[in-house]
Structures are given as structure tokens and as C-alpha cells.
């Protein structure tokens, strides 16, 4: 019995493993991109290593790049903050479903959850299918990519050509696209899926910074449980 559970646990983390491979290139590309900028910043190659081995969050290490060489080191941790609050969210999400599970679990779970290892692995947490070595694999796999898309960027520096000139920053909107269409289900998610768009389109024109991204995330969250509220009602 202990051989078979031990069997379905790895079979399970190389799912979740296998399941981010088509989002490869995505996450490649984005890193390299993301590895150019920071050695073009001064960042050493092993500083632009770290900073992805550490951080493992796209967009906030762009940010911190953006006022890299202007701002002082708190102001660089709270634009990272800032842009990382919507990890509360999707972390609040998932708890319920982690809460019988070990501290250093939840620990790894929030130090490598990303936006998509998030929305490979709560589909099936929703629907009574998730496993918690699934999300490992998931999480695992995206980190990888990550950090070894940093190492190869950080090492070939400057002979990398202009990345900038393919548009390879919307390979992540049209991957975010692809994974945001299978959850919407109902009515509800629908609704959500719609208001954190305008928010998002209608916050990046107003709001300087990367605020949006909270408001949008906030928005969208709070008008989905008042929804589902007012839905229930007799």
C-alpha cells in the first residue's frame, strides 16, 4: 500500500511537472528578457541569478529594475511589495486546501507559487482533484525554467540580440489568456474575469506604477463574493 501511495505521489508531482512545459517558452523568453535588462542595470551575473533565485517573480524584478539605479534599497522593496500583493489573494484562495498540511509545506508553497502554477493547479483543488505534490511539481517546474532562463541571460549578456524589437512581453498576456479560459465556469467567474480586465486596462492608464494590478485583483475579488452573496440569497 505504502509502495502504491509513494507511486501515485510521484506520478502526481511529474504531472504537475509535464503541465507547465507548454508554458516554457513564455517563461524562457521572459527571463531572458528580464536577465538582459538586469545585466544592462550593472548587475553581476550572479547578482542577476540571485535576484531570481530569491525573488521568483517576473514582473516585480522588472519593477525593481525600472528604479534600480534611482531609488534607495527601501523604496526598491516596497515597489516589489507593492506588486506582489496579489499573491494574498491567490495565497487566501488556496488555503483552505493547505491547511492540513505541515508549516515547511506551506512555506514552499507560498515561496514558489506563481500566477501560473496557481492557475494550473486550483482547478483541481475546486473541483475535489487537487494534490499537493501536484502543486510542488508545478511550482518546481516554473522555477526552473525561471532560473535557469536567468543563468543563460545573465551569461550571455550583451551578445544577446534586442529582444525588445520581437514583442516577446505578450507572450505572457496570451498564455494568461489561455489558462484564464478554462476557469471561467459560470456566471461568477465570468463577471470576475471581466471587471479585473477593465479594471486592469482602465488602472494602467490612471494609476502610475504597477497599483493597477492590486486594484484590479481587489476589484474583481470583492465584486465576485458580493455577487455570489446576492446569488445565494432565498
Not at 37 to 65: D, I, K, W, Y
Request: charged fraction near 10%; glycine fraction near 10%; proline fraction near 4%.
Amino acid at each position: 500500500m505504502r509502495s502504491q501511495n509513494c507511486a501515485q505521489r510521484i506520478e502526481y508531482f511529474r504531472s504537475g511537472l509535464c503541465a507547465t512545459l507548454p508554458l516554457a517558452p513564455g517563461v524562457i523568453a521572459f527571463g531572458l528578457v528580464y536577465a538582459l535588462g538586469a545585466r544592462q542595470m550593472g548587475l553581476s551575473p550572479v547578482e542577476t541569478l540571485l535576484m531570481s533565485l530569491s525573488v521568483f517573480a517576473g514582473a516585480a524584478q522588472f519593477s525593481a529594475l525600472q528604479v534600480w539605479t534611482t531609488a534607495s534599497a527601501g523604496v526598491i522593496i516596497l515597489v516589489t511589495l507593492i506588486v506582489n500583493l496579489r499573491y494574498l489573494l491567490m495565497s487566501a484562495s488556496m488555503a483552505p486546501y493547505l491547511q492540513n498540511r505541515h508549516w515547511f509545506d506551506k512555506a514552499l508553497a507560498a515561496f514558489t507559487l506563481s500566477d501560473e502554477s496557481y492557475a494550473l493547479t486550483m482547478p483541481r483543488y475546486t473541483s475535489g482533484q487537487g494534490e499537493f505534490v501536484y502543486l510542488t511539481g508545478a511550482n518546481l517546474g516554473l522555477y526552473l525554467q525561471w532560473a535557469a532562463a536567468s543563468l543563460v541571460g545573465a551569461l550571455l549578456g550583451t551578445s544577446l540580440p534586442d529582444l525588445s524589437v520581437y514583442r516577446l512581453d505578450l507572450i505572457f498576456p496570451f498564455a494568461f489568456l489561455g489558462l484564464l479560459v478554462p476557469q471561467i465556469q459560470n456566471r461568477i467567474t465570468l463577471f470576475v474575469a471581466v471587471v479585473a480586465g477593465a479594471l486592469a486596462f482602465g488602472g494602467a492608464m490612471l494609476i502610475p506604477g504597477k497599483g493597477y494590478i492590486l486594484l484590479a485583483g481587489l476589484g474583481a475579488s470583492l465584486g465576485g463574493v458580493l455577487l455570489e452573496r446576492m446569488w445565494k440569497q432565498p
